[in-house]
């Protein structure tokens, strides 16, 4: 696919009546723009259970617990029986099985797996989420499940899991997919596809740094992953059109001890499913 067309895919993710109230907020006020801008941000689109997954549906002991830091209560699912666990989390409008042919070879292996709906997404409740909430919720399992062998994060998901061993979370090893990195080039990339002129990149960001009283910039993946010390296993597709491969780079570039998987035809989700991505996992986490 050419790079004018892998552009013209990206707009049309953005619904016309969307697109459309953007337009006429933004010819009245800057302001309106802007909060609805930050609504969209923060509110996940709720997918349909691919049949892929409905084996790690049914099969899963689910439940749902309180994340004290957020009062807000999640999903969660142990898939298997073991004493060797490891996290798994989704990414932004995803779901706790998502990494469900991952889960199974990580079965095989001897491991549980424990993932979860994060707030706003697949069976947990509410209407909008943030990367905090992520974290939080990640930080909350490991006081449940007392410890964890291993992380494994996809898209924003791979950024909470940095995050979170920022804040302590104690692993042996994590891997990312698709990560993303710099939250302004996030927050740039969403107001280019509301069509939306730069300067909202930062009215959003400054919204939010006044919402939640704190620096967007400190939760970027590059930070946290220059205070890890662990070994961190990065993978990323070439040709991944949600989150551009430049961020798997620069996470790397900061690790202390990291090994960099880029894939070539597999894009922000196929990636997920990939027999030799995830053979490479079961390499890194053997070792």
Known sequence: MSK??????????????I??????????????????AAKLFTTPIRHKLPKRELHMEHESVQKSIMVSA????????????????????HGWS????????????????GYMTISFDAPAHGKSKGNYSIMTEFIASILELEKQYNSFEYAIG????????????KQNLQVKKAVTIGAGDVIQDIIDDFIKKLQLKPEYGMKLRDHFENRFAG????????KAAAEIKIPVLIMHDKKDDDVSVKAAYHI????????????????????????????KIKEFISK
């Not at 898209?155 to 061993?165: E, R």
């Not at 620096?215 to 590059?222: E, N, Q, R, V």
Request: glycine share 8%; aromatic share 6%; net charge positive.
């Open 252 to 279: 790397h570039e900061n690790l202390q001890g990291s090994e960099l998987l880029i894939t070539e035809g597999l894009g922000h989700r196929k990636i997920l499913g990939d027999e030799a991505v995830i053979n």
């Open 154 to 165: 996809h898209s924003l998901g791979g950024m909470s899991v940095l995050n979170a061993i």
């Open 215 to 222: 620096k967007m910039d400190d939760y970027s993946a590059y």
């Open 94 to 109: 995803g779901r706790g099985t998502q990494l469900v042919k991952i889960a199974d070879e990580l079965l095989k292996m």
């Open 19 to 36: 697109l459309f109230t953007t337009k006429f907020l933004h010819a009245i006020s800057p302001s309106l723009t802007t909060k609805f």
């Open 70 to 89: 957020i009062n807000k209560e999640i999903v969660i699912y142990e898939y298997g029986k073991s004493d060797k666990k490891v996290l798994l989390v």
């Open 4 to 17: 004018k067309k892998q552009k013209q895919a990206q707009v049309i993710e953005i619904p016309k009546a």
